[in-house]
């Protein structure tokens, strides 16, 4: 029973670091209990993935008020994570350099689900959870948001072994302290340094649109009467940005002719999310249309939601419906970069800000990045600090701005230094109509991770494998057996 407990508080106290970021110094401390289990126990893998479960109920269980079973599968799923971890954790806990390939080992895995084909998942990665220490997490523009996850658990391994030798000052508390003098010396050297090139106004509307109501048929004449009303509010020289699927009818051939004359009325340029249907497929797309209501541009969102936009291994699951109105969306292919006043946009929608890979791409042929998305599906926070949490590590890992426009909020932007500035109304960010001008500032030099991307997983499974080699030699083999009776 003790270890049960021992699981729940674990995953209890890393869930709250995502939910609360008043909490988010949990994360520091959370992974000690299961440290210890995976010290002392031989089979400690049931109990990780308890701790797993309850970590993300903590962190998903607002999927539930859409999808209870997406809510448990997706649970099920990442919890495997943490219980790979156990076994694989469990070779390396007693060896002397277990701080450095225990941290490898939950790298590595992180960058597993956050790719794995067809699965791939990467909200809940431990860095993210820091998204607010910003005097941290500044290497991430060389390293990405898990080098922070590496820093997390190695901190947790280290508490433990200082507690398992009862000496507060070990070889393993130097090393941490050297991995935080140099993040924090690298962090406060980058804030000081990098300087805005040049800014762009743009102007984003949150028209917080009821959920039940974005496809209502016969609410679609006051959808569009309230992002009218709103655009009146902008300022007619920026560039009007509007959520994901913020347009309330399909738009096939003939229905784009109605948006491009709205736009027209409107005598504005605009970005605007839509659902659009091209020879039987639906896309959920963005589409630039300049004052004159004339297309500019068109980009087909590429990764699409689970179960909210497509399911996965339809041809097995042909009896599960995917929860949005339309049904099965289809993914786009192709990336596109959009023009506006001499400067180049790229468009994440939706959950696409969570995939570094696609985020990185499109930095490098654009001096921001918008995403535009719903959000609306759920009850506001914790579901809109995680996602933007999120969008504060792409910033910093490319070194640029990311305006976001979200139907019922969190809208906004962050800056290349992962600085938030969030559009409020009365105070409120979430579930209120609002109208802003923002002045962004753009960074024209990219990021290294931009240039090199995620490295660091694999410098961590040649860390794993350099470990593996030397731990299977015979002499060390020894001297590890030793070791541990001399611990026990």
């Known amino acids: 029973m003790f270890n049960i407990l021992l699981s729940i508080v674990s995953g209890l106290a890393s869930g709250l670091s995502f939910d609360i970021p008043q909490l988010s ?112 997490i500044q290497i991430s523009d060389i390293l990405g948001v898990k080098f922070i996850s590496f820093i997390i658990i190695t901190v947790n391994v280290a508490i433990f072994k200082a507690y398992k030798q009862k000496k507060i000052l070990t070889n393993n508390l130097l090393y941490v302290l050297i991995l935080f003098v140099v993040s924090v010396g690298y962090s406060t050297y980058r804030l000081r340094t990098i300087v805005p090139s040049s800014y762009l106004k743009v102007s984003i509307v949150q028209p917080n649109i009821p959920q039940g109501l974005k496809w209502n048929m016969s609410a679609a004449s006051y959808i569009i009467g309230k992002l009218k009303r709103l655009s009146k509010g902008t300022n007619p020289d920026t560039l009007v940005i509007y959520p994901e699927a913020s347009w309330p009818k399909l738009l096939d051939t003939s229905a784009r002719m109605d948006l491009s004359k709205w736009v027209k009325s409107l005598k504005k340029n605009v970005l605007i999310g839509a659902v659009i249907k091209e020879k039987d497929k639906f896309y959920n797309a963005a589409l630039l249309i300049d004052r004159e209501g004339q297309y500019r541009g068109v980009y087909r969102k590429i990764k699409l939601v689970p179960f909210g936009e497509y399911v996965p291994l339809r041809h097995l699951l042909r009896f599960i419906p995917v929860i949005n109105d339309l049904g099965d969306i289809s993914a786009g292919r192709d990336f596109h970069i959009f023009d506006y006043h001499h400067k180049k946009f790229g468009v994440l929608i939706c959950f696409e800000d969570i995939f570094p890979g696609l985020a990185a791409k499109l930095a490098r042929h654009s001096d921001l990045l918008v995403n535009i998305t719903n959000d609306g599906w759920f009850d506001g926070n914790p579901e809109a600090i995680q996602h933007l949490s999120i969008m504060v590590f792409r910033a910093i890992e490319n070194r640029i701005s990311i305006v976001r426009a979200a139907n019922t909020g969190i809208s906004g932007y962050v800056d290349f230094l992962g600085h938030i500035h969030i559009v409020t109304n009365k105070g409120k960010a979430l579930f209120v109509d609002a109208v802003a001008e923002l002045k962004v500032p753009l960074n024209s030099a990219r990021s290294i991770y931009n240039k090199i991307g995620d490295v660091f997983p694999f410098l961590c499974i040649f860390i794993i494998l350099v470990f593996l080699i030397i731990y299977s030699q015979p002499k060390c083999r020894q001297i590890c057996s030793n070791q541990k009776g001399n611990e026990r």
């Open 25 to 136: 110094f949990l994360i520091w401390f959370s992974f000690i209990p299961l440290i210890y289990l995976l010290y002392k126990l031989k089979k400690p893998a049931v109990y990780f993935f308890l701790a797993g479960i309850v970590n993300y109920l903590v962190i998903f269980f607002w999927i539930g008020s859409v999808t209870s079973l997406g809510e448990f599968a997706l649970i099920l799923y990442l919890s495997l994570y943490w219980l790979i971890f156990a076994y694989s954790g469990k070779f390396f806990i007693s060896y002397k350099f277990a701080i450095v390939v225990l941290p490898a080992l939950w790298v590595v895995l992180e960058f597993i689900r956050e790719n794995a084909a067809g699965a791939s998942f990467g909200w809940g990665i431990l860095g993210y959870s820091q998204f607010k220490n910003i005097f941290l």
